[in-house]
């Protein structure tokens, strides 16, 4: 070969040195010598690319390209080199012969993105895609008589993103909207059924125990199931299970099976060959060790196994898992939420039937009552008429909420309907929140009312808005201890708003969405009474619902809260029914504010001492001291008449930390303690007492409504000596209280020295001389601050004590306590006493209403005696506010200045109030 041919080939690599040794005159091309000028150009342009180039020249389509082209048809170089394109690409000829025809008959240029070409250059019939262009080649006339063709391989590319639709497609099955499991899996068999040329079959299994049990699978019409087990016993698979694998896969092995053609003849991939290979693959779960099933996933006979294949399948089977998961949750969740609605459903239905029972034993009851009160020819003794009254009234409560659960439970099973009627809203309003009035201005508030006349009468069922008004008002006044109370009625042209404004304690922002939730109370909240159902608030909600409107909220904790009722013109214009409305109008109004009664009735505080005239003859344990805790004021009043019988002295208080307050003063034998209670429960105050020294031997004895071992387990454990549930037997209470009383004196009489000494720190300081001293700070609620210093005018040589009681309405009471048992010691004249108790009174109402933000929440009280004087300062620490006219009525000043010498001092801290009497002068 010369010099010339040879040069001709260098520079073109490999393939370059492979043209240069070859014998091309044996070649349809001739030898290189004889090769005209444009084909040595066209091969010099070939070799000097990068890109992968191919030549074809001549009739016989021989071959000339690069290095780069040499890879594209793997084995099939260099034979190729000088041959005919026909033989060596004879598998993808009828695909190419189009394009390079017309690049040589119309000399015209072609490209084609993604060509499919079958090719056999890795010993199987490959599928392979190409970016080609086929560009006409001429000799030196300028005559067509070759086809340059540049092309690149997208193989990769092509089918990549053919997968990424795949598990695209599947992912979105895996949102979990589908309904159960086994139309999930159909559903992900589907998609992949649309996908054969990356998984020509599919399986799906799942286990269930120590069974694999198939779900779904590809190619159901083409017989594909028979060749495939229905389930597989993983205790003892059998032969067909392994051979596909799945005992290894359940076990998290991945496991390749490489017969499948002979079970299951397939034609799959472009060119219908059969598939020879499938994958067995875990599906992954939350647990390693145990596979939620498995994937039977066939490899498409035109694409080699390689890692990318690989990695795509783990991809399928985790997309698989993903969703089988998901739509187990979802199932799961489905019957958790059915069996909730059903549970729910026969909940609702036992309270309408249990319900409705109790309604004909409630009418027997609450009528021969009521028969027994008002009978004028046979009336009841003092001592029967109180029991009967007191039967009477908790006879109605429990009607109520009879009541209230069985327009709650019509409410929830939809069975609720609104008995409709034309009606003046603003009068009824008014009148709802005028039987309000007493009991607002007995807790010392305002009411404030602003209903003016409507433009048009509202068309609503009377009764459910008067369950509507009275549960805001009994809220209201249940909440709010200081201000007022305000009731208004709004409109404009969309709607009717009732409005109930109070100054209470207001709401927490963390509970205002589960304010209208049924039973759910805001836990540790101050309030008037524990007791409750916690279906109030909720009851509002639907019965506004019913009617056509919502209701919303407003709060700030320690400023106050705002309900709101809406009512659409739209549902206030309803067509109002005929005939004659539902009985029963007015008395949930009147039970309610019965009930509010009860909590407004606090304990004057003193000993009730036992009536020598009745109860056992001889008792060891006459005169035993019982403290009673209780927030419903018939169970104490109740207690009290049963405990005095016994002989015993009782003394009641409404929450647990008034009674360690009077534990503090003066140890009682026994305390009798309620548990649910506001301000500190019952086991609130047993862990107190428990974790005090002075007060760990204490006997307590609970009583709750709260049936059922955990709770009496739970008090129990907490320290008290016994637990006994309401409703109790009389005597069975007494013999416990007894009972209790004999273990302590027992325990006394065999180790009085150690008893003597935990007694002695309980009892109550004798009230002394003091001897001048630097103050004390009091450490709030109401401990005495001793050892205060003597007034420089001689007031306090013989007395000078101090109290500080919390900024609450009850504190009066307590402060009472205090200063008629220490001035009652000095003998002082019970005139005198009286009128500084009424004066003193007064001071401290005034302190609790008219202070405002009070750097301090508590009242501080000094009581100083000498030089023939009795001083009672009362000082509170906010900034002082014009007492509402309703809240006063301007007895205040008149009583105090009718019994005292009153002088009262406002400054930026606080505002002091003294009463000056003289001892000497009781009138």
């Not at 709607?495 to 304010?515: C, H, S």
């Not at 001492?609 to 009043?637: F, Y």
């Not at 026994?670 to 506001?678: A, E, G, I, N």
């Not at 027992?746 to 150690?754: E, G, K, M, S, V």
């Amino acid at each position: 070969m010369t010099r010339p041919s040879i040069d001709l080939f260098s520079g073109g690599g490999d393939t370059g040195r492979l043209m240069a040794e070859l014998d091309w005159a044996r070649t349809p091309l001739g030898p290189v010598s004889g090769w005209p000028q444009s084909l040595r150009a066209a091969v010099r342009l070939v070799l000097s690319s990068r890109y992968p180039m191919l030549l074809l020249w001549g009739d016989d389509f021989s071959q000339l390209y690069n290095d780069a082209y040499s890879t594209l048809i793997g084995d099939k170089h260099p034979a190729a080199l000088g041959n005919d394109v026909r033989v060596t690409l004879a598998e993808g000829w009828d695909v190419l012969a189009p394009l390079i025809e017309q690049a040589m008959a119309t000399g015209v240029a072609s490209w084609v993105p993604a060509l499919q070409l079958l090719l056999e250059r890795a010993g199987y019939r490959e599928e392979a895609y190409f970016s080609v262009s086929h560009a006409p080649a001429r000799d030196d006339e300028g005559r067509t008589v070759g086809v340059f063709t540049v092309c690149s391989e997208v193989t990769e590319q092509v089918v990549g993103e053919r997968r990424l639709r795949l598990l695209r497609d599947l992912s979105v099955l895996g949102d979990g909207r589908t309904v159960d499991v086994d139309a999930t899996a159909a559903r992900l068999i589907d998609t992949i059924d649309s996908h054969p040329l990356d998984v020509p079959f599919a399986a799906i299994y799942l286990r269930d125990g120590t069974v694999l049990r198939r779900l779904a699978c590809t190619g159901g019409d083409q017989g594909h199931e028979g060749a495939l087990p229905d389930t597989v016993e993983l205790a003892d698979p059998g032969p067909a299970a392994h051979a596909w694998g799945l005992p290894d896969a359940a076990e998290g092995r991945p496991t390749q099976v490489t017969d499948v053609a002979d079970r299951l003849p397939l034609p799959a991939g472009p060119w219908g060959d059969l598939v020879r290979t499938a994958l067995a693959l875990p599906l992954p779960s939350g647990d390693e060790d145990q596979p939620l099933g498995v994937l039977l996933a066939g490899i498409s006979p035109s694409r080699g196994l390689d890692e990318a294949y690989r990695s795509f399948n783990q991809l399928l089977a985790q997309q698989i898992s993903v969703a089988l998961r998901n739509a187990q949750e979802y199932e799961e969740e489905r019957r958790r939420v059915e069996a909730l609605a059903e549970l729910d459903r026969v909940k609702t239905d036992f309270f309408a039937n249990v319900s409705h029972e109790f309604r004909t034993p409630l009418t027997l009851m609450l009528g021969p009552l009521a028969d027994a009160l008002t009978d004028a020819t046979a009336p009841l003794a003092p001592v029967q008429r109180e029991r009967v009254e007191t039967a009477w009234r908790n006879a109605t409560r429990l009607l109520t909420l009879v009541n209230s659960l069985l327009t709650f439970s019509s409410l929830e099973a939809g069975r609720a309907r609104s008995d409709a009627r034309a009606v003046d809203l603003s009068a009824l309003t008014t009148e709802l929140a005028g039987v309000f009035r007493a009991a607002v201005e007995r807790a010392g508030l305002t009411l404030e009312v602003a209903c003016p006349p409507l433009p048009r009468p509202v068309t609503i069922d009377p009764v459910n808005w008067e369950r509507i008004v009275t549960n805001l008002l009994s809220n209201a006044l249940k909440y709010t201890f200081i201000g007022r109370i305000r009731v208004a009625l709004d409109t404009d042209d969309e709607e009717v708003r009732l409005t109930v404004a109070d100054t209470g304690i207001g709401i927490g922002e963390q509970d205002l969405p589960k304010l209208f939730e049924r039973f759910h109370r805001v836990r540790g909240a101050r309030s008037r009474s524990h007791e409750g159902t916690g279906i109030g608030l909720a009851l509002v909600h639907e019965l506004a619902r019913l009617e056509g409107g919502e209701v919303r909220v407003a709060s700030q904790v320690g400023v106050g809260s705002t309900f709101t009722v809406a009512l659409p013109w739209s549902a206030a214009r309803r067509t109002a029914l005929t005939g004659p409305p539902v009985d029963g109008r007015g008395d949930a109004a009147r039970a309610a504010v019965e009930e509010a009664m009860g909590w407004l009735a606090e304990p004057d505080g003193s000993v009730t001492e036992p009536d020598r005239t009745i109860g056992p003859a001889v008792d060891e344990l006459a005169g035993s001291r019982i403290l009673v805790a209780d927030d419903n004021s018939d169970m104490r009043a109740y207690l009290t008449r049963l405990l005095t019988g016994q002989g015993w002295r009782v003394r009641a208080v409404t929450d647990g930390r008034q009674a360690l307050d009077e534990i503090h003063r003066e140890r009682p034998d026994l305390v009798l303690t309620d548990v649910m209670m506001p301000v500190m429960d019952g086991f609130d105050l047993l862990r107190r007492l428990r974790a005090d020294p002075a007060t760990r031997a204490l006997p307590v004895l609970v009583l709750s409504a709260r049936a059922g071992g955990e709770a009496s387990v739970e008090g129990l454990s907490l320290g008290a000596d016994d637990y006994l549930v309401k409703p109790f037997a009389a005597t069975e209470l007494i013999a416990r209280i007894r009972a209790a009383i004999r273990r302590v004196r027992d325990r006394i009489a065999a180790n009085p020295a150690t008893v003597d000494a935990a007694t002695a720190t309980t009892r109550p300081a004798e009230v002394t001389a003091i001897a001048p001293a630097s103050a004390v700070e009091p450490v709030g609620d109401t401990s005495v601050v001793p050892a205060a210093p003597a007034d420089r005018n001689g007031l306090g040589d013989v007395l000078d004590v101090r109290w500080a009681y919390p900024s609450a309405p009850t504190s009066a009471a307590m402060m009472r306590r205090d200063v008629r048992r220490t001035l009652g010691d000095l003998d002082v004249d019970p005139d005198v006493l009286e009128d500084l108790l009424l004066a003193a009174s007064e001071a401290m109402n005034n302190a609790v209403e008219h202070a405002q933000r009070p750097s301090r929440p508590e009242v501080r009280v000094r009581v100083q005696v000498g030089a023939g004087l009795v001083r009672i300062s009362v000082r509170d620490f906010g900034t002082w506010r014009d007492r509402r006219p309703a809240m006063d009525r301007g007895r205040g000043a008149l009583l105090m200045n009718a019994y005292g010498d009153v002088r009262l001092v406002s400054t930026l801290e606080g505002t002091t109030v003294t009463i000056e009497r003289r001892l000497a002068d009781p009138a």
